[in-house]
């Protein structure tokens, strides 16, 4: 698992992005610019809400938020990780928490990374190109 402070990112194809956030505000503005480098994004607030769609959405990169209402992202990640359309998805975790048993338990939730806000664009958008230019999953 990767912590990126964010040098300029490589240019990525567009890919499928499930948002996750209750923070309507960021996950909004976070959306707006993921959408302008191409991707088609997705958003919800919770993580029922984000479970119901992605067997038919198939995202292919998952950001996340850990502080989720009714269900933590960590629970999320876990179901993920265990559906055929997300057992392979980039899983970014985009948290306040950021103690080391956190990133321990985003780890064995099965998350590829932990960014700890505030978090610039430019470091999702480096791990996103990273990830799918050769660039590996740790």
Do not use: N
Request: glycine share 8%.
């Amino acid at each position: 698992m990767t912590t990126i402070d964010g040098a300029p990112g490589e240019s990525t194809q567009p890919r499928r992005v499930l948002l996750v956030d209750d923070s309507v505000d960021a996950a909004e503005a976070m959306s707006m610019l993921l959408e302008t480098l191409g991707h088609e994004v997705r958003v919800m607030h919770d993580g029922p809400s984000a479970l119901a769609i992605v067997d038919d959405f198939a995202p292919e990169v998952v950001i996340l938020d850990i502080g989720l209402p009714g269900m933590s992202g960590f629970d999320v990640a876990r179901e993920l990780r265990t559906r055929a359309v997300t057992k392979t998805a980039l899983l970014i975790a985009l948290t306040g928490y950021g103690a080391d048993s956190d990133k321990q338990e985003a780890r064995d939730a099965g998350f590829d990374h932990h960014l700890v806000k505030p978090v610039s664009f430019t470091a999702i958008e480096t791990v996103i190109a990273a990830s799918f230019s050769g660039g590996q999953k740790s």
